[in-house]
Nanobody, 123 residues
Framework: VQLQASGGGLVQAGGSLRLSCAASGRTFSSYVVGWFRQAPGKEREFVTSISRSGGSTYYADSVKGRFTIARDNVKNTVYLQMSSLEPEDTAVYYC?????????????????WGQGTLVTVSS
């Protein structure tokens, strides 16, 4: 599966953005999808992940209550709605996919990665 992340940009603190992760292929519903982010000088970190059906989701504590992940398996797209953005959310955001049922929070478990989209939150 090939992934294409989009929707990043510059936003003021307190604002919102919606990222999209569009996937190729007809078996998108077979993949767990996660979002990760990497800030300058920091390691890549887990943000959120969603089950194949969309019925189960997990969030990092730092974004819980502010970010929402959802998927549309007909459109082969996963969305990340980000609200109440903070300067600490500034990073390149990557979507990733893995086959199977396990909804992993570890980047090492994901086999397919999009190219990343930059989110910059100004104070």
């Amino acid at each position: 599966v090939q992934l294409q992340a989009s929707g990043g940009g510059l936003v003021q603190a307190g604002g919102s953005l919606r990222l999209s992760c569009a996937a190729s292929g007809r078996t998108f519903s077979s993949y767990v999808v996660g979002w990760f982010r990497q800030a300058p000088g920091k390691e890549r970190e887990f943000v959120t992940s969603i089950s194949r059906s969309g019925g189960s989701t997990y969030y990092a504590d730092s974004v819980k209550g502010r970010f929402t992940i959802a998927r549309d398996n007909v459109k082969n797209t996963v969305y990340l709605q980000m609200s109440s953005l903070e300067p600490e959310d500034t990073a390149v955001y990557y979507c990733a996919a893995r086959s199977g049922e396990y909804i992993s929070r570890s980047a090492y478990d994901y086999d397919y990665w999009g190219q990343g989209t930059l989110v910059t939150v100004s104070s």
